[in-house]
């Protein structure tokens, strides 16, 4: 199977078990649910939950034994664009191409349906994990990197950093958290899942942390140079609102450079496992 399809296949996995773990019901609190499936559903590049799974495999496990981990990384990225565009965080009126949740719901709903996804990513492990003991090591790889000592953490230190300029190690800081911190604990989620040892473990967090840098350091060219229409969001927010960024630091052509330098590194990293390789290299071509 080439990667596109293999990339395609493990979508699939995702949405169709995404579908079932956030359906609608059949009570008083259903609007939640529809705000809930509103944004995690049909939209968004699945990078997260895809690596989750590709790892596992990659660590000698069956990805369809990651499929509830996988889901519950997403249920978290979901939750966090949604805080991320409340007006009292980066006030993003689009999202994946469409209104942002409070746009489309109002805010107290929008907070609500955030919260909702953090509480239900938990639960669907919980009840759904084939193996209770990786399950155990998985939701606390996953529970951290969410957390205040991971994705929370680094977005406390991007609004502390609004309007003033930072250095280059707080702005690393700032990234490895708010962005790297999920994607590393996708892969490595993944890779306990699978049974992988303590050496393909390393190996996955250090494949990680070059990819969330890359795509950190890529989003910032994309908010200067991309298009709305691409990535189905506002661009130039980070000019507007001050921020300190891989671009206002090194300049639009330099940050290229870095970007593709850390996406070959991870798939230096990988180099023994295709489709882990081949996802570094889709990522560095990616337009949104
Ligand atoms: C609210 C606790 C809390 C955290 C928010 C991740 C985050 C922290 C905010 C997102 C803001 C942002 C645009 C970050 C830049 C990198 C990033 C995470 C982009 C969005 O991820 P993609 O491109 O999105 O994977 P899709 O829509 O494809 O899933």
Known sequence: MDFTEQYKNYIQMLENALDVF??????????????????????????????????????????????????AVEMIHAYSLIHDDLPSMDNDDMRRGKPSCHKAFGEAM??????????????????????????????????????????????????????????????????SHKTGALIKAACVAGGITGGGNDEFIKALEKYAENIGLAFQIQDDVLDVEGSAGELGKTVGSDAKSMKSTFVTHMGVEESKSAADMFYKKAADIMKNNGFMTQMAEYLSRRKN
């Not at 989750?52 to 499929?67: N, R, S």
């Not at 155990?136 to 502390?160: N, S, Y």
Request: charged letters at 20%.
């Open 22 to 71: 956030v359906s609608e019901r059949k009570n008083l609190q259903n609007t939640v649910y529809k705000a809930m499936r509103y944004s995690l559903l049909g939209g968004g590049k699945r990078i997260r939950g895809v690596l989750c799974l590709a790892a596992c495999e990659a660590a000698g496990g069956k990805a369809e034994d990651a499929v509830p981990i996988a889901c």
């Open 110 to 175: 929008a907070i609500l349906a955030g919260d909702g996804l953090l509480s239900l990513a938990f639960e669907t492990v919980i009840k759904n994990a084939p193996d209770a003991a990786l399950a155990w090591r998985a939701l606390r790889v996953l529970a951290e990197g969410a957390g205040p000592e991971g994705m929370l953490g680094g977005q406390v230190v991007d609004i502390e950093s609004e309007n003033c300029e930072i250095d280059m190690e707080t702005l690393n800081y700032l990234h």
